[in-house]
């Protein structure tokens, strides 16, 4: 079903009033997590006004450690939906099993499947019934071919509105997160037929390797980006690192209009 056999057509996705693989740029920023009234509108409000589409805020938080912050739960999701009002911004979170599911379609606009829960394969069954656009991350060891097959469990499930995201992949390098595979862009995109948009972020782990590799993803044909942004990145409690300030945002949000303007 995500072949482009099944379907010459781009397909896109309509996540509130944003089109995702349209000719927009669609711009998905905000914190990695979710951790208080103030900082959340604050970030929303500047993405907004930088020109962003989507806010992304994570409340059910998957950690490496179980004794790092976890999110806030139901009330990340209530200051979402909040943040949404008072901007305009369509929002998108992560869900991670059955109970978070069952909150965040109350309060969210897209559903996100983390890279760890890629070959999750109940939970792309329950974002497949969700009735949810859905952003599917790239595991963090996944082929195309496996990537692509979990998009094919939701799409088997009746839901057609997946965004493929890539978010690098591990490799040996270990002075970056993750190692970007930009390559995965154009050949998913001739592959199937879904919008597939670039996380930066994520694949760096480096704020100083955002944008370059933000405008790379834009110049390879992405149909959008995923950036983590913080008010104030050294007291970000999820993702300092690789957060752009405000004043970075701003100006990467510019240079990508730039580039797209070029493509
Ligand atoms: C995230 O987007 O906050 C996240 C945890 O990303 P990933 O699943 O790609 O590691
Ligand atoms: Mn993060």
């Not at 599911?101 to 999750?120: K, S, T």
Request: proline share 5%; with cysteine; aromatic share 4%.
């Amino acid at each position: 079903l995500v072949s482009r056999e099944a379907r010459e057509e781009n397909t896109v996705v309509q996540v509130g009033h944003v089109a995702i693989g349209g000719s927009q740029l669609a711009v998905i920023a905000g914190p990695c997590a979710v951790e208080s009234r103030d900082q959340l509108l604050a970030a929303a409000h500047m993405v907004q006004q930088a020109g962003a589409a989507i806010l992304r805020g994570g409340a059910f938080k998957p950690r490496t450690s179980p004794y790092s912050f976890q999110g806030l739960g139901e009330k990340g999701l209530k200051l979402l939906a909040e943040a949404a009002r008072q901007t305009g911004l369509a929002t998108v979170t992560e869900v991670v099993d059955e109970h978070s599911l069952e909150l965040a379609v109350e309060y969210v606009d897209m559903l996100q499947v983390g890279a760890r829960n890629m070959q999750n394969f109940r939970l792309l069954q329950m974002v497949g019934r969700s009735g949810k656009p859905v952003l599917l991350k790239r595991g963090l060891s996944a082929t195309v071919e496996e990537w692509l097959m979990a998009a094919e469990y939701i799409m088997s499930e009746g839901n057609g509105q997946i965004v493929l995201c890539e978010r690098g992949i591990r490799t040996f390098e270990h002075s970056t997160r993750n190692t970007l595979d930009l390559s995965a862009v154009p050949l998913v995109k001739s592959l199937s037929h879904l919008p597939v948009i670039v996380d930066p972020s994520h694949a760096t782990g480096d704020r100083r390797l955002v944008g370059p590799m933000a405008r790379a993803a834009v110049a390879a044909g992405a149909d959008g980006l995923l950036i983590e942004v913080h008010p104030e990145p050294t007291q970000a409690l999820c993702d300092g690192p690789q957060s752009l300030t405000p004043s970075q945002f701003v100006s990467l949000m510019e240079e990508l209009r730039a580039v797209a303007a070029a493509v």
